[in-house]
C-alpha cells in the first residue's frame, strides 16, 4: 500500500520560509515523478515543483529562484524549501507521485496523493 505523509506547513509572514517534507512508503516503481502541488481556495489546482526519478527537476515559473525540491538519497522523503514566500504562495500543499510524463507536470499521471499541509503567508 502506498501512503505519502506530508508534514512542515504553517504560517509565516511575506518573505519568510518554511520547508515542506514529504515520506513516501510503498511505491516500486523506479520510474516515476514525484512532487508538489498545491491549491488555494476558490483556485484550481497547480503543479509547484517535481522531480523525475531518473534525472530532472522541474518548477513552475510562479516558484523558480524562490524554491527548491530535494529528494533523500533513500529516496524515500522529499522535501521542498521555500524561501521569500509571498502571500499569493498560501494554500494547501499535497505531495503526489505517479507515472513519469514530459516535464512531470501532468496531473492525471500522480495516482498517490498526500492529505496535504496548509501554507499560509500573511502580508
Known amino acids: 500500500q502506498v501512503q505519502l505523509a506530508e508534514s512542515g506547513g504553517g504560517s509565516v509572514q511575506a518573505g519568510g520560509s518554511l520547508r515542506l517534507s514529504c515520506a513516501a512508503s510503498?511505491?516500486?516503481?523506479?520510474?516515476?515523478?514525484m512532487g508538489w502541488f498545491r491549491q488555494a481556495p476558490g483556485k484550481e489546482r497547480e503543479g509547484v515543483a517535481f522531480?523525475?526519478?531518473?534525472?530532472?527537476?522541474f518548477y513552475a515559473d510562479s516558484v523558480k529562484g524562490r524554491f527548491t525540491i530535494s529528494q533523500d538519497k533513500d529516496k524515500i522523503t522529499l522535501h521542498l524549501e521555500m524561501n521569500s514566500l509571498e502571500p499569493e504562495d498560501s494554500a494547501m500543499y499535497y505531495c503526489a507521485i505517479g507515472f513519469a510524463s514530459p516535464g512531470c507536470g501532468d496531473e492525471s499521471r500522480y495516482n498517490y496523493w498526500g492529505q496535504g499541509t496548509q501554507v499560509t503567508v500573511s502580508s
Open positions: 510503498g511505491y516500486r516503481d523506479r520510474n516515476y515523478c
Open positions: 522531480i523525475y526519478s531518473r534525472g530532472g527537476i
